[in-house]
């Protein structure tokens, strides 16, 4: 277990951008570029999937069983750079998280710890499964005003696809393997898809996330995000969204409670000149 002062030992990677054909053009190079990046965009879940493994390789079982990341993306990465993950450990226990660049700049910030016991799950009862709307709101204040429970999104989950998720994010632990159980960067991607099946997004960005872990998901199981909007907000010109969502498995069992933040709407590209 990590120790007052301790430093994690660090992880290295090299930055994968796996998602230059979605729909989220903000990974796309000429997009990007048109709204002020030097490219396509690193999606924040493959970075937050980066902050992950300094904390698992410390707590373990543990940490994917009822820890704590909150995570916030402070500036790009793009494809092919050098990121580094250093966790330093606090006086409370809590482990402080820095992924650099190439450069050595701090793109991303993450506070993890994991409690003495097993935290309160949300109950079921406030996160309601609901269906998809027929057609997708637009990416406007005024239309995500009116929804308050978002159409819920569900699929199984495979744990020989494992290897597949641990390379997106250079993650060569062997614990997921050994215990056929989702890595914490599928459950992450998996909650994000909610924004997209419901809101006809154009290019946006992802900017936190607040995970609380709270049980394992384990190979065969189903999933489904269960979430509503917790609140909507201008920030320097962008539309910010903050979602409240909820993954339980089969049904029953809460898996991963996110506090989720994403910049839906970007301010018109002329105002980045």
Same mark, same amino acid.
């Given at each position: 277990?990590?120790?007052?002062?301790?430093?994690?030992?660090?992880?290295?990677?090299?930055?994968?951008?796996?998602?230059?054909?979605?729909?989220?053009?903000?990974?796309?190079?000429?997009?990007?570029?048109?709204?002020?990046?030097?490219?396509?965009?690193?999606?924040?879940?493959?970075?937050?999937?980066?902050?992950?493994?300094?904390?698992?390789?410390?707590?373990?079982?543990?940490?994917?069983?009822?820890?704590?990341?909150?995570?916030?993306?402070?500036?790009?990465?793009?494809?092919?750079?050098?990121?580094?993950?250093?966790?330093?450990?606090?006086?409370?226990?809590?482990?402080?998280?820095?992924?650099?660049?190439?450069?050595?700049?701090?793109?991303?910030?993450?506070?993890?710890?994991?409690?003495?016991?097993?935290?309160?799950?949300?109950?079921?009862?406030?996160?309601?499964?609901?269906?998809?709307?027929?057609?997708? +709101?637009?990416?406007?204040?005024?239309?995500?005003?009116?929804?308050?429970?978002?159409?819920?999104?569900?699929?199984?989950?495979?744990?020989?696809?494992?290897?597949?998720?641990?390379?997106?994010?250079?993650?060569?632990?062997?614990?997921?393997?050994?215990?056929?159980?989702?890595?914490?960067?599928?459950?992450?991607?998996?909650?994000?898809?909610?924004?997209?099946?419901?809101?006809? +997004?154009?290019?946006?960005?992802?900017?936190?996330?607040?995970?609380?872990?709270?049980?394992?998901?384990?190979?065969?199981?189903?999933?489904?995000?269960?979430?509503?909007?917790?609140?909507?907000?201008?920030?320097?010109?962008?539309?910010?969204?903050?979602?409240?969502? +909820?993954?339980?498995?089969?049904?029953?069992?809460?898996?991963?409670?996110?506090?989720?933040?994403?910049?839906?709407?970007?301010?018109?590209?002329?105002?980045?000149?």
């Amino acid at each position: 277990m990590p120790t007052a002062d301790q430093v994690l030992p660090p992880h290295h990677v090299r930055a994968r951008n796996a998602a230059t054909a979605s729909e989220n053009k903000i990974h796309d190079d000429d997009v990007a570029r048109q709204h002020g990046f030097a490219g396509g965009l690193v999606p924040g879940i493959t970075v937050f999937g980066y902050l992950t493994t300094p904390i698992v390789e410390a707590w373990g079982e543990s940490w994917l069983e009822r820890g704590l990341l909150s995570a916030r993306f402070r500036q790009p990465i793009y494809d092919g750079e050098e990121v580094t993950v250093v966790g330093t450990v606090g006086g409370d226990g809590d482990v402080h998280l820095e992924a650099r660049n190439s450069a050595d700049q701090v793109c991303a910030v993450g506070e993890a710890r994991v409690a003495p016991n097993a935290p309160e799950p949300p109950s079921l009862d406030d996160y309601p499964e609901a269906p998809l709307p027929p057609t997708r +709101l637009d990416p406007t204040p005024d239309a995500l005003s009116t929804v308050d429970v978002l159409g819920s999104v569900e699929a199984g989950f495979h744990a020989d696809r494992l290897d597949e998720t641990a390379a997106l994010v250079g993650d060569t632990l062997p614990l997921y393997r050994e215990l056929g159980v989702a890595h914490p960067v599928w459950l992450l991607y998996f909650a994000n898809t909610l924004l997209a099946s419901n809101v006809a +997004l154009g290019p946006w960005i992802h900017t936190a996330s607040a995970v609380q872990n709270l049980s394992l998901l384990h190979d065969g199981e189903r999933l489904s995000a269960r979430g509503r909007i917790a609140g909507l907000s201008e920030r320097r010109g962008h539309q910010v969204v903050d979602l409240d969502v +909820l993954l339980v498995a089969d049904g029953a069992r809460p898996v991963m409670h996110v506090l989720h933040s994403a910049i839906y709407r970007l301010r018109s590209s002329e105002h980045l000149q």
